[in-house]
């Protein structure tokens, strides 16, 4: 699924810095592998455990936070706490939603959790987070800004510098979600609000499948 002009990581960096157990929590980002933190699949369609529901697309290079999210996020994060970003792109299993999610590495949680439950908390819907990440040759070759409707943010596990974000949307942009023509027009709101829900829903797994993949590699 990785093709196309977006950089893919063998490792987030040439090397690994080796610590202790309980010192691993820290300096994951920089341990797992590529395909521990952003996993090839993510979720399943309602009662389907046999398929995955998303599908990764590409990862690229790790990035200032600045580069990676919506202005007013990045700067609510500080530069000073939030150290770097890591992002990679999904694509629903229908082809028809993409989803551009980042791992933000923070210098502490604790300063950014006032922000987090303020402003940005997943459950309010403060629109797209993360700044997209189009993957030619693929479903998500036309993943742009312009089309990321919702987002959000969440903490990662108890005790972690990390947060993870993301931006979801259409695919592809040839019409105007929400706006139905004729007699449908009053269903809009429910077509934008089910990319609400679905971003809900994947910030959430993803979020348990970070903490999963560090407390599992950190015991």
Wanted: hydrophobic content about 40%; some cysteine; glycine content about 10%.
């Amino acid at each position: 699924m990785l093709i196309g002009g977006v950089v893919v990581l063998q490792a987030y960096k040439n090397h690994q810095i080796q610590v202790s157990n309980d010192a691993f929590n820290p300096v994951a980002w920089h341990n797992l592998k590529t395909d521990e933190i952003f996993p090839d699949h993510l979720g399943w369609p309602r009662r389907d455990e046999e398929t995955r529901a998303w599908s990764r697309q590409g990862i690229v290079e790790e990035t200032s936070c600045k580069e990676a999210l919506r202005k007013d996020f990045a700067e609510a994060l500080t530069a000073e706490n939030c150290k770097t970003a890591l992002r990679a792109t999904y694509i629903h299993i229908g082809g028809d939603t993409a989803a551009t999610v980042a791992v933000i590495v923070l210098d502490s949680f604790d300063e950014a959790e006032p922000v987090l439950e303020e402003k940005f908390f997943w459950a309010k819907d403060p629109g797209p987070l993360v700044r997209p990440v189009a993957v030619p040759g693929t479903p998500a070759a036309r993943w742009v800004k312009e089309r990321a409707f919702t987002g959000g943010a969440a903490g990662v596990g108890l005790d972690m510098p990390y947060m993870v974000a993301i931006s979801v949307g259409p695919a592809d942009g040839t019409r105007d979600i929400g706006v139905l023509p004729g007699e449908w027009k009053l269903d809009g709101r429910h077509e934008t609000q089910s990319y609400w829900e679905t971003s809900n829903t994947l910030l959430m797994g993803f979020a348990r499948a970070l903490d999963y993949a560090i407390t599992g590699r950190g015991e």
